[in-house]
């Protein structure tokens, strides 16, 4: 029988509010939205199956607060025609985990939109066929952001997640790299404009006192000028600056931050470590760790609430996973541990564990992130016949 430690198990704090355990299901994109972006029975039934995983936070996977602008061609899409959809969702999630803490995570896809619409870029050069988007342009999203939060909490999420990393909008914001000369880039100041405007306007339109307020960032993105170096031109890790972007999430008051590295598609090992290369792992205990330090420091030094902190990519670890949880929570590196992979291959990881049952354990052979690449629907194609169907479909996949 497995055993889960008893640091896993217990209720944690989680902004203002109280999570049942530590397991904390990471967004994963499905890609079966219909109609324009609403939430389809697949992905209502998918959101019900993580219910029952008991988990005690999960975030709702990438939705987007535009229509023209997305990485996936049935991409959910959180603007106020999908209201019902995401109810639905929200009522099957909660009606199977009423305890647990439901995010939903809002984006802007920028250089990596696809899929029939057109990728944006914040700065020269961008990649091939996109646009520049003008200042007007960068306002309009900001206020979108503001919206599709008021959007998620009427559907019933208990708070919403910033994507500010794997290499979009809220990622290429933040870069050195992005050179803008209108207020939106050149100084550390005007990159991190977008946070500082947008999460307190955020706060300011939620109607629940509680409503989470948080952000998913890539430390280190490992692109020339990316997240996670010194200047526009350099490609070696240097960590400062992005401290410097942490100390300001605790300064805006945000109630978590969800460590992540690396850009899907592009140092795609590093988000996510595959069997050949597995000991990226390591490096994101140490991202949690630095980003947990300077979040002590910074409460100690305001005298507030302390974010918590989420730690990134546990599925290669299948079983050995929850003793390095554990041991990390246990030291102060992290308050969370964040599985992706896992909570496809078993949707229910959590409460099978802590009944004692051993769950589906990721193998990590990177079918879902093969079938989100070709634009299908994505999940687990090594357990679920569905998936597995689908990646057999796809010649060349
Ligand atoms: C198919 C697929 C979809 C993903 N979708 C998202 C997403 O919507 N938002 C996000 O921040 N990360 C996304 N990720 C990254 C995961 O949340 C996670 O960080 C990554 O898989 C590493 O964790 P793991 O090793 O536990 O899988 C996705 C990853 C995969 C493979």
């Known amino acids: ?32 939205g219909e109609n324009g972006g609403c939430p389809s029975d697949r992905t209502v039934a998918r959101y019900a199956a993580l219910g029952r995983g008991l988990w005690g936070v999960a975030v709702v996977e990438a939705s987007s607060v535009v229509s023209d602008c997305l990485a996936r061609v049935n991409q959910l899409i959180l603007e106020g025609r999908n209201l019902d959809g995401f109810k639905r969702l929200v009522g099957a999630y909660k009606e199977a985990n009423p305890d647990g803490i439901l995010l939903f995570q809002i984006t802007h896809s920028g250089r990596k939109g696809l899929g029939g619409t057109v990728p ?10 996109a646009r520049l988007l003008d200042t007007a342009e960068i306002d309009d999203i900001r206020r979108r952001f503001v919206a599709a939060a008021r959007i998620a909490e009427q559907a019933g999420a208990d708070g919403i997640d910033f994507k500010m990393c794997h290499g979009y909008f809220g990622a290429e914001m933040l870069r050195p790299a992005n050179n803008r000369a209108d207020g939106w880039g050149g100084s550390f100041g005007n990159r991190t404009r977008f946070l500082r405007e947008t999460v307190p306007e955020v706060r300011a339109a939620a109607a629940r006192a509680d409503f989470l307020v948080g952000a998913r960032i890539s430390m280190y993105e490992g692109i020339r000028g990316g997240c996670g170096t010194a200047t526009a031109d350099e490609l070696v890790e240097d960590l400062t600056e992005m401290g410097r972007v942490v100390e300001l999430m605790a300064s805006l008051g945000m109630d978590y931050v969800n460590v992540s590295a690396g850009i899907p598609g592009e140092t795609s090992e590093i988000t996510r470590p595959v069997p050949q290369g597995r000991w990226f792992y390591l490096q994101h205990i140490r991202y949690s ?71 589906r354990w990721c193998v990590c052979c990177s079918g879902c992130t093969k079938l989100m690449v070709s634009q299908v629907n994505d999940g687990c194609s090594f357990y679920n016949e569905y998936y597995k169907k689908l990646l057999t479909a796809k010649p060349g996949v």
Do not use: H, W
């Open 1 to 32: 029988m497995i055993e889960v430690p008893a640091i896993l198990r217990g209720p944690a704090p989680f902004g203002a509010r109280t999570a049942p355990n530590r397991f904390f299901a990471q967004p994963m994109e499905g890609n079966d």
């Open 120 to 129: 944006t870029t914040l700065y020269e050069p961008g990649p091939a066929g």
């Open 289 to 359: 760790k630095l980003v947990s330090e300077l979040l002590g420091a910074a409460s100690k030094t305001s005298g507030r609430r302390k974010p918590a902190v989420i730690q990134s990519a546990f599925s290669i670890l299948k079983a050995d996973a929850l003793e390095l949880a554990a041991d990390c929570v246990g030291r102060g590196y992290s308050d969370f541990a964040g599985f992706g992979r896992q909570e496809f291959a078993d949707p229910e990881t959590p409460a099978k564990l802590l009944r004692g049952e051993e769950p």
